[in-house]
């Protein structure tokens, strides 16, 4: 395992980045299905498997506790998902600083995502790390629930799910 990657002062315990290997698909397959109801996760009228996916795990005191995964085509790298089981520590941010660096030695010119329109606190975190609006996809989640009928009506802060919208940074 590599260095501790956050240098974060006021973290109590380094966290360290390593890339999903498969003895980790039961750990991600669990995360994925409490936080999204499902492993399934349907981006753009796509569903991908996140279990499936390649990615990296935030390990704190020997433990999984942060997870992003990723799709690579046509010199995009697009983050299907990313999670942090203890926020405000630092981790979301060292996983992205880790994917970016990831995606440049890929050879790729670009970071994109999808997120929704309920989800502001990813709006802040994506935007507040260099991220830029690129589309709204109006009404796009009436697709995905044709896919995944679990996703909710109401999301973050009751706020109706249904837009999607596309976040970018240029590498
Ligand atoms: C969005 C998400 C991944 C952020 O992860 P996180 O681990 O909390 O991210 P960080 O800790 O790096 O940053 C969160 C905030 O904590 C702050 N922070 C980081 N370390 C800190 C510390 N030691 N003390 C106090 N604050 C700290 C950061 O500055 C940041 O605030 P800012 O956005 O105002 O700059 C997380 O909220 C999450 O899992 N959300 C649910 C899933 C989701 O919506 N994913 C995105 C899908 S598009």
Not at 55 to 62: K, P, S, T, W
Not at 66 to 87: A, Q
Not at 114 to 119: A, E, K, V
């Amino acid at each position: 395992m590599n260095e501790p990657q956050n240098n974060n002062e006021n973290s109590v315990k380094p966290i360290y980045i390593r890339p999903i290997d498969h003895g980790d698909k039961a750990w991600v397959a669990s995360l994925i299905n409490e936080i999204w109801g499902s492993v399934q996760m349907v981006v753009r009228g796509s569903i991908y498997h996140v279990n499936e996916l390649p990615g990296f795990i935030a390990i704190l005191e020997d433990e999984p506790v942060g997870l992003v995964t990723y799709f690579l085509e046509n010199g995009d790298c697009e983050i299907i998902s990313l999670d942090s089981t203890i926020e405000g520590i630092g981790m979301g941010s060292t996983l992205i600083e880790t994917i970016k660096k990831f995606a440049r030695e890929e050879g790729c010119k670009r970071l994109r995502l999808i997120t929704t329109n309920d989800n502001t606190k990813a709006l802040r975190f994506w935007q507040k790390r260099g991220f830029r609006l690129k589309t709204v996809y109006p009404n796009a989640i009436d697709k995905s629930r044709e896919l995944k009928p679990e996703i909710p009506l109401l999301g973050n802060d009751d706020i109706p799910i249904r837009d999607e919208i596309e976040l970018e940074m240029i590498l």
